[in-house]
């Protein structure tokens, strides 16, 4: 993990990382996952991708993440994808039981052919940015459901990748955890600068963090609107209890019931 | 109640359940000892007051000390048979854990061969053994066989099922990550199986023991280098029924001793993360 961080760059300033261009997936023949999604993804760039259940926002970090390939369509990387350029979160921390919270941390580099002494540093620093610096030796099951939770971060963050996916990793966890997590990772954020993809059925968690939300309807998956979260960071609780909050979640849940709308 | 009240460190509820613990501890040692030895004093009873002749019922004083007697005997019997017991373990651990690899590995190796390992693990060894030993020229590695035989499928079912257990949001990790094939095996599925094949060797474990002597039973006069099944129909013929007695209660004992060191073993490699390994509070 680089020890020098990204910073975010404005709006209009951030390059191009990765593009999906009328993407389709389609599952047996007939199931339509995803239909026509178009979506530019630039550095620094907090996505949420918020929707009802089988509106393919899975399916659409799915195929990001290489674990299948579009029916139709390109997603293009700039500059090409490298090694480590991906970290994952899933819903589940997804932790192997067996290995130590280090040793989970250092998985994406050891695939990778690194020893653990190689990269002790970047796993120490990574497991410091979530918070769990005394925890290297613990196994997940000496963990509660939020530390779990912070490993799989750390773990996907430890290769300083260029793009992070989130597949609704605070879902089932408690509502205060929750929203401790989500100041955290806005922290976390503020500090490397890292570019994220956060899928969410909650619009009060896609307005806390993004600064896009890509709201998508189901049957066929789609994207139905893409919405700007026009608010400053750093926000934290101040933010959660003000008026523009309020304001913006309005319209992001406007916009997910006329989505739900359509698709009935 | 006042705030400056020291608040019980033990109230009613914990108290009674420390207590029960305390009782679980010691019982699970206790109870076993009483109850075997009861039944020791109750055969001892039994034989006394029948005034059963030792030629049809040994009493236990007089097995223990047969046991004592002829532990020169039985004692080169019992490692015989431990040995062959052991081998056969070893080699259905291998021949188990490989050929689940291999059938993990090969969909059409598994579709190929595992109609064989199935035919082999449903025919009764005792109905194999006899035709082993007309091809098979060496004792020895006959009795190796058809322990082997009995012994290795627990452990190529169990393996087999723990390769194919592993998370599947890892597998998907293992892949994002840009795992070979050989990583996934010895990083993510390996971990995943051995649960399930130390269940499997602790089965495996008792049953190479009963291959090990149903085999010997099979094979018959052997002289030198004979184990305890050997031994057991020997004594048989010449009536030595105490004999029999001694002979068995080693084997007995040798399944208990293979079944407390597999447990030991499973314990000490899963206790740390295992959930079977793991003590509940409440
Ligand atoms: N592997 C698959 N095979 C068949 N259908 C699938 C598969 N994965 C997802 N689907 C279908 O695609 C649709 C979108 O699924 P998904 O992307 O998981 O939705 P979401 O994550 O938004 O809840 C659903 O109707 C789902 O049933
Ligand atoms: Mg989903």
Request: proline letters at 5%; aromatic letters at 8%.
């Amino acid at each position: 993990m680089a020890t020098t961080w990204r910073k975010i760059k404005p709006m209009g300033a951030r390059p191009e990382i990765l593009r999906m261009a009328g993407v389709n997936k389609v599952f047996n023949g007939q199931t339509v996952a995803l239909q026509g999604m178009n979506l530019t993804v630039n550095e620094g760039d907090f996505i949420s991708l918020l929707g009802p259940s089988g509106c393919g926002k899975s399916t659409a970090l799915r195929l990001i993440a290489g674990l299948m390939h579009p029916t139709a369509g390109a997603i293009t990387w700039a500059g090409g994808q490298e090694a480590g350029d991906l970290g994952v979160v899933f819903q589940e921390p997804t932790l192997m039981p067996w290995a130590t919270v280090a040793h989970n941390v250092w998985l994406p580099y050891r695939l990778r052919g690194k020893s653990f002494v190689a990269v002790r540093d970047q796993i120490r620093l990574a497991l410091k940015l979530v918070g769990l610096e005394a925890f290297e030796d613990a196994y997940p099951r000496e963990l509660s459901g939020g530390m779990k939770m912070r490993v799989s971060i750390a773990r996907a963050l430890v290769t300083s990748p260029r793009l992070i996916l989130m597949d609704e990793p605070f879902a089932a966890l408690d509502e205060i955890t929750r929203h401790k997590l989500n100041n955290d990772l806005l922290e976390l954020r503020a500090k490397i600068g890292c570019t994220v993809i956060f899928v969410t059925h909650s619009v009060f968690e896609s307005v806390f963090l993004s600064d896009r939300i890509v709201v998508m309807a189901a049957r066929p998956g789609r994207v139905h609107r893409e919405l700007a979260v026009d608010a400053p960071y750093p926000r934290g609780e101040d933010f959660r209890t003000s008026a523009d909050y309020a304001a913006l979640c309005r319209e992001a849940s406007g916009a997910l019931h006329q989505a739900m709308g359509d698709a009935a | 109640m006042s705030i400056a009240d020291p608040i019980p460190l033990l109230d009613a509820e914990e108290q009674k359940r420390a207590r029960a613990r305390q009782i679980d501890r010691i019982g699970r040692w206790l109870l076993p000892v009483l109850t075997i030895g009861l039944a020791i004093l109750l055969w001892d009873r039994v034989v006394v007051w029948n005034e059963i002749p030792h030629y049809i019922l040994p009493g236990p004083g007089l097995v223990a000390q047969t046991l004592i007697k002829d532990w020169a005997i039985l004692f080169d019997a019992l490692l015989v048979t431990l040995q062959i017991t052991l081998m056969a373990l070893a080699v259905a651990v291998a021949g188990g854990v490989g050929l689940a690899v291999l059938f993990n590995q090969s969909r059409f190796a598994e579709m190929s061969f595992y109609p064989f390992a199935v035919i082999l693990q449903v025919t009764p060894v005792v109905s194999v053994a006899p035709l082993i030993f007309i091809y098979v020229e060496n004792r020895m590695i006959g009795l190796l066989l058809c322990a082997w035989l009995v012994a290795f499928f627990p452990i190529l079912s169990n393996t087999t099922l723990g390769l194919n257990s592993a998370d599947h949001n890892l597998r998907d990790l293992f892949r994002i990550y840009g795992a070979t094939r050989w990583q996934r095996l010895r990083y993510l599925q390996l971990p995943s199986a051995l649960p399930y094949f130390l269940g499997g060797l602790r089965i495996a474990g008792g049953l190479s023991l009963i291959g090990a002597v149903v085999s010997e039973y099979v094979a018959g006069t052997g002289g030198i280098g004979s184990g305890l099944a050997f031994r057991i129909l020997e004594a048989g013929y010449r009536l030595n029924i105490p004999r029999m007695f001694a002979a068995l209660a080693l084997i007995a004992a040798t399944g208990v001793v293979i079944f407390a060191g597999l447990s030991f073993l499973s314990h000490a490699l899963l206790h740390k993360w295992h959930e079977s390994a793991l003590k509940r509070e409440i």
